[in-house]
């Protein structure tokens, strides 16, 4: 007998398929139906979502979840457990981990890992060098048949031009997208944040919004150059923004995204010294915010991605030159992005889930993020105007370095099914 | 004239955080402890059995002995804890560090630390006062409110359109950010001076003059407050090196002469001769550095005072 799901009464939101009414969504086995008969209506299990949204399951882009290595900060279960709360159904997880995820047997652990411990679909990554040192190509093909969805070196830019190009060259002959977090290191080495007015300020050294421009300028260069796929993370800074919009007109290969902390967050926040706001790329200026906006807006960035980087307590309680750089992001992304976006009237909400679901399924190719028939049914349930408290309790996640800690946000995840199955809520 | 009561602070971590009132408080405990110091008996009683812990995770002399001998002036019992003899070396945090030192029974802890905002941190993770003794590139309180003590002594008690140029390393320095919270508070025009890659232009949204050009900077001011060339920060990217340095921006009489004839040279120590300032005038009659050192005991012994009494106060 076929397993059987219906989601009654909500708004059904599916971008790729530009639908957005009110009504109600049927799995059958864990794959999107479009009708049942009476009878399977009858047998069927129902979930009753009037007056909340129902999305495609959340895919996000840029996940560390720090297993293997460092699980006292993260795990697959906990991470996993996270993004369900925020209504992810699909991550993709960095592979800068300790062993790095540089040779097949690493990976393998990480699909071992995630069959017994995932709650939602975790797509693990591969490194583009050995040891993320930038200096020799890691062995793509095999990471590839290991299970990879993509190349990067994690929070770590290649900074020799040739072995970068190289890399390009190799990886799409894989058919493998660089995903490459764009800072130059000679120019951003001591840095702790956005190099602006705050930064003199605060007495804190700053990295310039040029050191990320000059790296997004040279990978689309060799994008160009090599034909390859590059994917650039993190975008922070306007001028970033405008290199990429001019690249994107003359038509080259390339994409980007953006996380909902640039996208609500800028340097003024920095003035206590709060170092669960110190993150890299640099939370930038009010101006470079603003130009991230209209950049998801107008397409020229593509998706929106969580950049999620645990830390513990303890690792962040410091003085701020010495705390590790990263937040915490997947239970809060949802909220942040509908007070960033669609309160401020930057977007509604049809085009901002297309940046949380098949725009970044479509960067490397995942068959994920729409509400199909024959789809998988990863699903997202939510109430825009729910309001929950960040705190300890609150959150799966093993570490607690949010911003919003102790805030009280608009927009909760109700519940979230992956290929049928309830995974939250 | 009855004495400013406007303070209510235990701590003291920057400048840009106080009122002008609150400046005035201290330069009046300030006057009134400056005249003791000159006394055969120095000591005071204001803080009697107070334990004052200096701690210094950085290196520094003047700044450390000023503090202690304030404290003692005041019969503190001081005790200083250097960085490298600390635990801190040992991978203690600085939140273990300074909770041990109050469990220790210390009554205050002045603290010197290279990382910025640790003095705020600091004062968030302990109960008892905290005095920024400098805190990276953010602040140095008690040296701008020492540099403005001896600015009042010389220029007048109203520093509102005293032209005061500020010329040296800028950027990393927390001495500059302070004096220009303060002189600004306290109504002066401040210009900042020096090469363009320690003096960006994203200091004019402090509110001052940002000048590369020396003669321009120093046409017609107050006083000029040097800053020590710290070529021990700095990599050589920021400039070429120090004789390109004292060619271009050091201060010599012929630049002096651009100062207005009775205007004053200043410089927080410790001194580079013959690199930001030439030897002669260091030594001359326009230069107020020794004085600045003597106000700096005046100006900690107010500041303890003050952070003291807000805590006791706050007590009972």
Known sequence: MSQLLVITGGRIIDPANQRDEVGDLYVRDGVIASEFSDEEREQAETFNASGLIVSPGFVDLHTHLREPGDSHKETIASGSKAAA????????????????????????????????????????????????????????????????????????????????????????????????????AAMTETGVMHEGEWSLKLGLRGKSSAAECIMVARDIILAEHTGGRIHIQQVSSASSVEMLRRAKERGVSVTAEVTPQHLALTDADLKAYDTNLKTVPPLRAEADRQSLITALADGTIDAIAT???????????????????????????????????????????SAMLACLTHKPASVIGLKKGTLSTGADADITIFDPEA?????????????????????????????????????HG | MTAPQDWHRKDLIA?????????????????????????????LHTLNGVTVVNLFMEPSTR??????????????????????????????????TARNIQALNADMIIMRHSAAGSAKYLSEVIDIPVVNAGDGAHEHPTQALLDAFTLRERLG????????????DILFSRVARSNIHCLKKLGAEVTLAGPATLVPRGFEKFGVRVCHNLQAALDGADAVMLLRIQHERQTSTHFPSLGEYTSMFGLNEKRASWLKPDAIIMHPGPINRGVELDSALADSGRSVILDQVTNGIAVRMAVLHLCYTTLTAQAS
């Open chain 1, 85 to 184: 709360a925020g209504g992810f159904t699909s991550i993709v997880c960095m592979p800068n981990t300790k062993p790095p995820a540089d040779n097949a047997g690493t990976i393998q652990f990480i699909k071992e890992r995630i069959e017994r411990d995932a709650v939602v679909n975790v797509f693990p990554t591969g490194c583009l060098t050995m040891g993320r040192e930038g200096k020799k190509l890691a062995p793509t093909g095999s990471l590839k048949e290991a299970g990879i969805v993509a190349v990067t070196d994690g929070g770590h830019c290649i900074q020799h031009n040739e072995i970068m190009r190289r890399a390009l060259e190799y990886a799409a002959m894989f058919g493998l997208v660089v995903l490459d977090h764009c800072e130059d």
């Open chain 1, 307 to 349: 950049a999620h980087a645990p830390h513990t307590v303890t690792e962040k309680d410091c003085e701020f030159d010495y705390a590790p750089f990263g937040m915490v992001s997947l239970e809060t992304t949802l909220s942040v992005c509908l007070e960033s976006l669609i309160r401020s009237e930057h977007m509604d909400l």
């Open chain 1, 387 to 423: 309001e929950w408290k960040v705190e300890r309790e609150s959150l799966q996640s093993l570490s607690r370095n949010s911003p919003w800690l102790g805030h009280t946000l608009r927009g909760q995840v109700k519940a979230t099914f992956v290929g049928g199955r309830k995974v």
């Open chain 2, 15 to 43: 400048i840009e955080d106080l009122s002008r009132d609150e400046l005035e408080t201290i330069f009046h405990w300030a006057e009134r402890y400056k005249p003791t110091l000159g006394r055969t008996n120095k000591k």
């Open chain 2, 63 to 96: 700044t450390r002995v000023a503090f202690e001998i304030a404290a003692m002036r005041l019969s503190a019992d001081v005790i200083t804890v250097m960085g490298d003899a600390s635990s801190l070396v040992k991978g203690e945090t600085l939140r273990d």
């Open chain 2, 157 to 168: 008690h109203d520093l509102t359109g005293k032209r005061i140029t500020i010329l040296g």
